[in-house]
């Protein structure tokens, strides 16, 4: 008979990991609120319509959406710690795409490129919590969750309206990058 040795696993504190993955969400939940208030900025930018400049934020919402019910599926089949790596990647890609396009439709590809990431970031955000908080702090989990999802749209608005003031709208997406590296950072030790 066979004698099987299991390896104990390294047990991290749960709030470290919560701030790992606390991260990514609040980003990708600030980036659809951020960008409302630039958007007359954007279009005045590239010569577009308040409508054609609106195909930003709606192209965003939708390609994440999209992703939700993919998100299931993807972890079964790469696993949650690469598909959140690959999901930040998309994220902070599309990020660096807003910056560089050079007119509306690249925006637009843009950011549904980084739309399909944060689609992904948020139900894996949560599936995560719940993996490693014990069963008692659930809803500790969810509440840590719950605030980071109603944060990050106040603090869109007021993050986007002050970049796009002071310096211009491409800052929006600028200041993410570094932001997508520490949250690679984080993901990769926790």
């Known amino acids: 008979m066979q004698e099987t040795t299991t390896t104990p696993q390294k047990t991290v504190n749960p709030y ?9 969400s609040f980003l990708a939940l600030a980036a659809s609120s951020a960008t409302n208030v630039s958007q ?22 939708i390609s994440g959406g999209l992703m939700l019910p993919v998100t299931g599926y993807l972890v079964r089949r790469i696993g949650k710690k ?26 637009i590809g843009a950011r549904v490129v980084q739309g399909i990431g944060s689609g992904c970031i948020l139900p894996l955000c949560q599936a995560v919590l719940l993996e490693v908080f014990p069963p008692e702090q659930r809803g500790v989990a969810m509440g840590l969750f719950g605030v980071a999802a109603m944060f990050s749209p106040l603090a869109g608005p007021f993050l986007g309206g002050y970049l796009t003031d002071n310096y211009s709208w491409q800052w929006i997406f600028i200041m993410n990058i570094p932001l997508c590296m520490l949250s690679f950072l984080l993901v990769k030790l926790f």
């Open 16 to 24: 470290i990991v919560a701030i790992a993955v606390l991260l990514p």
């Open 40 to 61: 007359p900025h954007i279009a005045g930018f590239y010569g577009a319509t308040q409508y054609e400049a609106n195909t930003v934020i709606t192209c965003y919402i």
């Open 82 to 107: 690469l598909l959140m790596f690959y999901s930040i990647f998309l994220f902070m890609l599309g990020c660096l795409l807003c910056v560089l396009a050079p007119n509306l439709q690249a925006l």
